[in-house]
């Protein structure tokens, strides 16, 4: 079992920026690829980024796509989202989950193929 565990977020003002960070106590987390998500109320859970396990390749929706940035440090078990230009769109309760296939450079912008979850972290861009 893995255990995720977001922060970073908060309150910006439109066109400011965040950094979401998502850590892993279980070394395991540096084996996976891993996604970011955000829901806003009354809103399906969308993918906003996504990384392989080595970080050689990643994924962005054109909604986020040169705003955002995902990294990561395996030798720290963590997963990073850079956010800048944000919108109050971007507005959202933000989940890291990782998709327990070891090693694979096939990352998944699908929330039903991520296994481990975290708690979420809120992100309030006002305008």
């Known amino acids: 079992q893995v255990q995720l565990v977001e922060s970073g977020g908060g309150l910006v003002q439109a066109g400011g920026s965040l950094r979401l960070s998502c850590a892993a106590s279980?070394?395991?987390?540096?084996?996976?690829?891993v996604g970011w998500f955000r829901q806003a109320p009354g809103k399906e859970r969308e993918n906003v980024a996504a990384?392989?396990?080595?970080?050689?390749?990643?994924y962005y929706p054109d909604s986020v796509k040169g705003r955002f940035t995902i990294s990561r440090d395996n030798a720290k078990n963590t997963v990073y989202l850079q956010m800048n230009s944000l919108k109050p769109e971007d507005t959202a309760v933000y989940y890291c989950?990782?998709?327990?296939?070891?090693?694979?450079?096939?990352?998944?912008?699908?929330?039903?193929?991520?296994?481990?979850w975290g708690q979420g972290t809120q992100v309030t861009v006002s305008s």
């Open positions: 990384i392989t396990w080595n970080g050689d390749s990643t």
């Open positions: 989950a990782a998709r327990s296939v070891r090693y694979s450079d096939i990352y998944s912008t699908e929330a039903n193929e991520y296994n481990y």
């Open positions: 279980e070394r395991a987390l540096s084996r996976y690829p």
